[in-house]
Structures are given as structure tokens and as C-alpha cells.
């Protein structure tokens, strides 16, 4: 096999090359680097035979057998610094625990081949644009030798029977599912070779097999589809397979566009709004100004139902539902609502508040009794929103005793058990469709709209189209909790001798079932009986550097307020933290920031991330006043990801005017190298670098929620300023390491943003001279905005659109 | 009553709604047109981008009663010829933009009517004009839809 496949990488403009010394070192320990990774790639990985199950059915149904395999082993130590002993991720991370909780129900995951000759596999994940729809179609293709468009992946309805093997969230759905896939897959084809050499009366081994058509010797050829119930099993059986071998891939590891892309661009592809499901009209709900407030009562019932288009109104436990023909006359039936509220559940705080207690909760650190010169710091991080362009939504109809329900949902058994426990009904009547989501970023591992929707459609007694508004979603959604991050290092001459971050923050909701998952497999992992949080935190981050005693801990404040993981959860922050903090140190031994990187990286797989960056990126090249480089790096998700931005904070930058913008810094340009392992869809894993950057840029620069008085602030995307065309680097260069030294696919989907989160703070920390000691870094300017009222919840629609056509 | 009279995606349609409900819910909620997407309600987010008389425009922010059948209204629905994509849907193809794909509706249109505009306007299609384009993408593939307009605007 090649060594490199198609590649990935986006030609830039290279930047002029008196280009220095340190590209040439750079280039030097890359070419290291990669001969190593090469080496390592060429180890006997074995023809290792997996289990399965031909299930018994008319035609060919099969599945994986996991629950016999051993956790894959932990990288090769090759430390040059002060040696960190192992982190617990490096030997057992998320990952493994949520694969290893999904090991018993594999077998319930089945591949069918079907009548008309198409694969069918109903994935039990959900697909919010993070394409694994158009990956798993990828898996399937290679494995049975067909083409993409044979094989039809849908998303499973909840199946309660799957326990925890439903669960989408941690970047795991690829790495959790990939051997499964592959294993039903093997068997599938197998069993119509087998099929296929008894009616034609031919050796199995001179068969071929291609794009659905079994040919022999002869010439004579059999569809899949005429073969499916001659392969089929009348009883449920055991049986062996060996997987294709790596060097005959010809899907995976191949650019591949989303199988969805022609849906998407003619407007095709239907959310959940866009599903027409008789009687399901129009309904959204009047919250209260509190965060979390509840009704007390509602003054001018009868007006409101008899505002037009209005079919009904309900209180439900958080506020008053309307039910309409179109959403228009929802939205004008909740701005006339009169409502009592009651206090919400963060009433009179705010931010100031909130970080007082939180700093009162900061766990101690504890300097090691050794000589040297102590580098402290802390850093604020502010509620930010994870709210996605899709509003949280759903539709219900609970009727007679029993509920549907369809909505983006990331644990739908979950939400199915939830829905049926407050409806007062048996699972079994509860069905959960789950739709594909108009992105994610954390918000659909909650179910908070198809409960509220239940609720809603209960209290009507009719089906409900149910949908927050804009203003709901930013006010009232789930955030990504503040948090504070504490660093202290401990420096000797020429080296780190500890190093130790403290992550203080509002609790992070994981009580969506991700949190059983992680706990019932995570008794495995060294240490393990923390909590859901804690535990979280300690399979997920890693110090990339060899710090000496170097360790990282977790406390977390129980608030009431409504978080949930936002994409890359601690991640981001304890990043920006930490990769400020090897600045600092590398300034006291005055190395360069690259340079003390590189010497201190742990591994050399890590390190091979690392140097490719700074190559890519030319670090070290003359730079303006007012302008930097900044680089930094990020271990999670079985892999590596390095990122070197250059920002522009020059004046006539930063005050570049764009109207109900913010504009501030720019990053100009970003290199960003990613290891994920065996890459399936380097086309797809560029997309998840590219969106994970961008969402890294917002976290550190332009958007945050501020809590004022009980509620926040930003009502709309004129208040949250998520990265905008005018934000977003002019220049991205994202590389795809296509030869990775892993040959298990790893996690992609959150990976880009918090390498990029610490590379943007470093570059605003050196192109400034000042380190920002709180993010974003426009937290505390004056709102450029108005604030929207409280009351009524929703502002007024406009009537002036066309003032603004072009 | 009122009933308006509408020409959508060359199609004239009747509809018996209140005067001021915006255009964006006639569209969606009663004629089951869902390409144009909600995503603020008050013309910021820019998901429900559509065309009037073939320029871009947001019927989030627009009345029923202010527009007439004699306004020729165009959503993504309508863009293509037929089985014949536009140029711009072909070039988000051949680009792989979308993600999540729930803002690119809008997308599409927003970066038709900018490269329309541009023409008009003797301008070039550069990355000063792309930053015109307010449409929020929260899945962040900014930079595909840079590289797909500038494609897109070679074969309009």
C-alpha cells in the first residue's frame, strides 16, 4: 500500500522562505518522525480472527461477537525531559470505556442484506452533521466490496436492549463501532461467497466479488440480492472471520464527499421541523425571564386562544405552550401572554457571584518540596452557549396511551425511558425516532425539548410540532460551564520540575446516560472510583509534556444552572490554561515556545504533530509589531493534534467596523496537523478540524453568555458572536496524517478545537505582550448590543426585510 | 381571511392567512416549503436566505401582504433547473461544505445573490466580498463556502 493516499492538505501561499533554521530543524526531526511512525505502521498488527453471529432470519442478518477482546496497549514512552510518570489516559482513556461499555450488546447491532440487493444497517448513533452516516456507508463498502451508494445507513429508533450501545457523544462513534461494523460485514460477504459458490457450482476461492455481484470463473454472476436468503441462517450461529487486510483498502482512507451533500444543496434534507406528521402543527412555549422560572399562572387565557390561527394552550412545568397553524402565530399568542412567574434557579446571581464561589471551591495546590522558582496563574473561562443553528425541537404525539417521538437525540434510550417515566407509561409504549440534527456540539446529548414536547402533547391531547425559539435556546439552553483553571510550575535551571492544574467549575450535566456508560466501564481504569465529572476529567486529559510530577484535578459546583458538554468539553479551557502556562515557562528558560515543546513532548507520535506544524506554518518567520505566531498542542481522542495560528491585534484590525458584529483580533492564518489514527474519511476529518477551529476561535476571542440578575443576556446571534465569515482565518491549513503509527481509527469530531483554543491564547498573549487571565477576551467589554426584553421572552419579528435585500 | 396570491418557485399559489404573518411561516408551516430554515426569526442568522425578483432577501422579516404575485420568489427548492443544479449547489458539492447542512440553504442563496451583486457592481468575487455574507454557519465551514463561492461565481 502507498504510504500516502490521496492527500488531504489545502495548498496555501507559502510565506516567504528566508525561512530559517528552525524549519530546517524542524523538517530534520520531522523526517525522524515520520520514519519512526513508518516502522511502526510495518508491525506484524497479525490476521487476527473476530467473532460473530449469523442470526437467524429469512435473509442474511449478521452481527459482532466483542466481548472477547483485549483493550489495545498504550503508546511506546521515549521521553527527553524530566519523565511525567504515565497519565491515565495513556493507558485507558474515554474511549476505551465507552467501547468497552458498549462490548456486550454488539451482537444486537445487525447488518442485513437485503432482497433488492442493498446493505441496510440502521446505525445506533446520531448523525448532527459530524458525517458519520456517510463513514459508517464507508466501513460497510470495503468490507463487502460495494459501492457507496449500495449500502443504506439510517439512524436507529431507541432500543432500550443496546444499554449504553447508543450513546453518541466523546468522538467515539468511529472507534466504537468501526470493528463491529467490520466484523458483520466480514461475515455477511463469507456467507454469500458461500452461497454464491454453491449455485454456480464453483470453489469459493475463484470468486470475485464486486460492487454487489458475485462472478465466477465462468463468467456467470449472481446479485447479492438473489443470494441473501440462500445465505440466510435458520439458526442462530457462531461463527469466524478475518477482516479485510489494511493494504487492500479501496474506501477507507479515500476522500469522500457527504452522501447527503446533493440532499442538502436542493433543500431536500429534512430536520425535524420539516417533518410532516398529520396534526402536528406549530407549538412553542412562553418561558420566564428567570433562568429555569416556572409559571405561576397566566392572566389572559381566553385572549390568547383566540388570537389567530391559535388551536390551544397549556401550562406546562416550564411555561405556557401554544399550539398554532404556523409558528408566526405561536410566536405572536407568546409575545401577548400575561404570565406569573415563579423565581428560576440561579435567581439574583451573576457572573461576579458565580466566580466567588467557585473560587472558594478551587482544590489546593500542592507544591512538591523541591527547590526552584514557582510560575503561578489563573484563568477564567465564562458560560459560553453549545446552542446549534437548529433549535432544540421535537415532535410528540401522546395519545391513547401511548407516545412517538421524533427529535435529534444523542441518547434516545435515555430519552425514551426519561419521556415514559414522567408520562406515567411503559417504555414499551414509548417510541423514539431519532432524527438526523442540524448540528449538535453537545446540546442533543439532552433530550429537553422531546420531554417538554411529551409534556406538551399530553397536556393538548393532540400532536405537537414543538420548537424553542432563538431566544430560548441562547437564554434558556444548555452552556458550557464557567470554570476557573489554576496552574503552578515549579522550574528548576533548565527544567520543569512539577507541574499542576487545578479545573474548578460549575458542574457539567452527564446525567444523559453518557455518564452510566463511562462509569460502568471506568471501575477498569487505574485510580477508578471517582465520580462521573472527575472520572470524565481524568480519562480525558493529558499534560503532552514531560513536567516532573505533573497533575490535574477536577472540582465541580453544583449551581442549577442547565450545562451539558459542549464540543470538547473540559478540553478547550484546561488547553488554553496549560499552553499559556508552557509560555510563561519557556520565557523563564528562555527557549523558544516551539523549541521547549519539542524537547518535552512526551512521545514521538506527539511529537511528530508537533514539528509538522511548525513546519507547515513556518514558525518563527518575522512577524509585524502587533502580530504573532502562537502555537500549542492537544493529546485526546487515541491521537495528537498541534495548531500554529498568526493573529493580527494591530489597531485598524481590531476596530475594523462590521455591522452588529464583533470583529476584534483577527487569526489571519491557521496550520493545523491532526493524528486521529487510521483515518476512514480524510475529506470528513478535514471538515471536523475545520469546524472544531472555528468554534475555537469563538470560545477565545468573540463569544460568551453573561449571566446578569438571574438570566443571560444574549438573546440572538447579534448577542453571541460566534465565528462569522469576517472572524474566520483567511488561511487554513488543516493536515491529515495519513500514515498514522495507530491502525484504529480514533476520535475526530471535537479534536479541533482545543489545541487551536491554546495556540489563538498564546499568539493574543505574545503579538500583545499581555496574557489574558480570563476568555474570552472581550468578556468584559460593553455590550455592543442592546439588550432584547425580558418579557415578552421573544423579541417582535421585523417587518423591514427587504430594506436589506441584494 | 385575507388571501394572497403568491408566485413561488414559478408557481402561483393562493394561501387564506392574516396579513402580517411573516413570509417565511406561509412558506414553511403552509405550503410545506422547508428548504429556507428558522434559525433567529429577526433577519441576524440569515438560514431562511431566499430570493425575491432574484435578489437575496429574509422572509423571516417580511409581512405576506407586502409582497405580491407579481414578485417572483425563489427558495433553495427552486434554484436548480430541473435535475440541472445551479452552479452554486454543484460547486457546495464538489466542495463537500455542509455538515450539519441546516444553515446551507441559505448559504447557496446568500452566495448567489453576493456574486449577482458583484456583477452588477463590476466588483471581483474576492474574500472582502465573501465577508459581506452575514449567514451564520455554527458548524463553522466557513472556508469550504469561500472556496465553493469563488468556484461557483467562475460558472454563473
Known sequence: MPAHRAATRRDISRADSAAAEAAHTAEARAEAATRNARSLLRRDTGRRKFLGYLVAAPTLVVAAELTRQSVFGAPAANALGLPSPPQTPEVYDLLDALRDSMRPTAHLVRVEVRKDGTVHFALPRSDNGQGIITSTKMIIAEEMDLELDQVDVTLADARPELMFNQITGGSSTTFTTYTAIRVAAAIARGRLLDAAAALLEQDKGTLTSRAGLITGLNGRSLPFGELTEAAASPVDEVVEVVLKDRKDFRVIGTPQTKTDARDIVTGRKKFTTDLKIPGALPTIICRAPDLNGTPAGIDNLDEVRSMPGVTDVAVVPTGIAVRAKTFGQCIEAARAMQVRWKAGTVAGEDDESILAKLRRAELPLAVPAVAGDVLERSFTFYFRSNSALETNCAIADVRDGKAEIWAPLKNPIVAQQDIAKRLGLPSSAVTVHVVQGGGSFGRRLFHDAALEAAQVSKAMGKPVKLMWTRADDSRQGRVHPMATSRVRAVVAADSVLSFEQRHTSVATDFGHGFGEAVTSAAAKAPGGQLGVAATIFELTQVTPYDFGVSTRLLNEVEFGFNTGSMRNVYSPDVATARELMVDQIAAKLGKDPYEFRTATVKYDRWRAVLDRAAEEANWGKSMPAGTAQGIAMHIEYKGASACVVEIDCRDETVNRPIREGVTGPRVTRVTFVVDVGLVINPRGVEAQMMGGINDALAMTLTSSLHLVDGHFVEASWDNYFYTRQWNTPPEMNIVVIEDSPSDEPGGAGEFGVAATCGAVACAYARATGKVPDYFPINHKDPFPFEPKPLVPPIPPAPTNGLDFIY | ?156
Open chain 2, 1 to 156: 381571511m385575507p388571501e394572497h396570491r403568491l408566485t413561488i418557485n414559478g408557481q402561483q399559489v393562493t394561501v387564506d392567512v392574516d396579513d402580517d404573518v411573516r413570509l417565511l411561516w406561509v412558506i414553511r408551516d403552509i405550503l410545506g416549503i422547508t428548504g429556507p430554515k428558522y434559525g433567529c426569526g429577526i433577519n441576524v442568522c440569515k438560514a431562511c436566505t431566499s430570493h425575491i425578483n432574484g435578489r437575496a432577501f429574509n422572509p423571516c422579516s417580511v409581512r405576506v401582504c407586502d409582497v405580491s404575485e407579481d414578485d417572483e420568489i425563489t427558495t433553495i427548492e427552486g434554484l436548480a433547473d430541473g435535475d440541472e443544479l445551479h452552479p452554486m449547489q454543484q460547486a457546495w458539492i464538489d466542495h463537500d461544505v455542509a455538515q450539519c447542512g441546516y444553515c446551507q440553504p441559505g448559504q447557496i442563496m446568500a452566495a448567489v445573490a453576493k456574486v449577482r451583486q458583484c456583477a452588477e457592481e463590476g466588483r471581483d468575487v474576492d474574500d472582502a466580498a465573501i465577508e459581506e455574507i452575514r449567514n451564520i454557519c455554527r458548524c463553522g465551514t466557513y472556508n469550504r463556502i469561500r472556496a465553493a463561492i469563488k468556484a461557483g461565481a467562475a460558472n454563473m
